[in-house]
């Protein structure tokens, strides 16, 4: 059976995009196959591929899974040996609006992957920077949580706040939703504020804490605009080791 992740932070800027694109890559150069699931209407992980849809507006998308029953394998696109991507458009923006009122409007995406899924090692979604609608489907759709939290505005209410949400998605919905793991993202060893916030990122989460932490690396903001992972770009950059790392990470736990 595929692990499907999602990737969930209520907050923006903390990594979420960047560890769905470089640790989708990093489990398929390991022979993994993978599928990338954008869910943010911003359509970051799509425009870091070069599948950005919205500038070609009859090509479909996450939106036309979620709202017109569309089959995934007419949305998912190749990106690279072991690596597929079914991308967002900006349309998403509305669903919150537009699926309010949707029988099973937590379970769309679920429903879509049934039977589609199987097809992959592991399905990594990304998901927007707050707890809407296409989160809930993301959570309801999972069996792991990767959560990204950024080493120097860690507010530990706002990641309580999504242990919250977890907790009541997994009682309402999903009762094998599990935290996979807690990621520390944008690590800058140099600041003594840094290396106080993943001291207490260990002392609150334990064991959920992940080995790897990711540095901050020029790289991986810089890799984007080269429309491809890390690991192709600068595979000797402190961002293509971490998340490397990361990925050997969760083949070893096997989480
Ligand atoms: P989110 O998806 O949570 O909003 P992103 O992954 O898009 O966050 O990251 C926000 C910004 O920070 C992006 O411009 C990204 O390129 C950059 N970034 C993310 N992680 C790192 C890192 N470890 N080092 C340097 N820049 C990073
Ligand atoms: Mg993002």
């Known amino acids: 059976m595929s692990r499907v992740y999602a990737i969930v932070n209520q907050k923006g800027g903390v990594g979420k995009t960047t560890t769905a694109a470089n640790l989708s890559a990093g489990l398929a150069k390991r022979g993994k196959k993978i599928l990338m699931i ?8 799509s425009a870091h591929f070069g599948c950005a849809v919205n500038d070609e507006p009859e090509s479909v998308s996450m939106y036309d899974i979620l709202r017109h029953n569309e089959k995934m ?5 190749d990106v690279s040996e072991n690596l597929w991507l079914a991308p967002a458009s900006l349309l998403l923006s509305a669903a919150d609006l537009e699926l309010g009122g949707v029988i099973g409007r937590e379970s769309l995406l679920k429903r879509a992957l049934k039977g589609y899924s199987e097809r992959f090692d592991s399905v990594i979604i ?7 609608l296409l989160s809930l489907n993301g959570l309801v759709a999972a069996s792991r949580v990767i959560l990204p939290v950024q080493s120097e505005f860690l507010s530990l209410h706002g990641v309580r706040q999504l242990l919250d949400t977890i907790d009541s998605v997994r009682s309402a919905y999903n009762p094998s ?4 793991g807690v990621l520390v993202c944008l690590f800058d060893s140099r600041r003594r504020l840094a290396r106080s916030v993943a001291d207490t990122v260990r002392e609150y989460f334990g064991d959920l ?13 810089e890799a984007p ?7 192709d770009y600068d595979p000797k ?3 293509a080791e971490d998340y490397g790392k990361l990925a050997d990470e969760i ?3 096997g989480t």
């Open 126 to 132: 990304d998901c927007p920077p707050s707890l809407g």
């Open 225 to 231: 605009a080269r429309g491809c992972s890390v690991l």
């Open 251 to 253: 083949i070893r736990r």
């Open 209 to 221: 804490v992940f080995d790897t932490i990711v540095r901050t690396n020029v790289s991986l903001a």
């Open 177 to 180: 939703l599990e935290v996979g």
């Open 38 to 45: 954008d869910l943010d209407a911003q359509a970051n992980l």
């Open 237 to 239: 950059s402190s961002g």
């Open 73 to 77: 394998e007419n949305v998912v696109r």
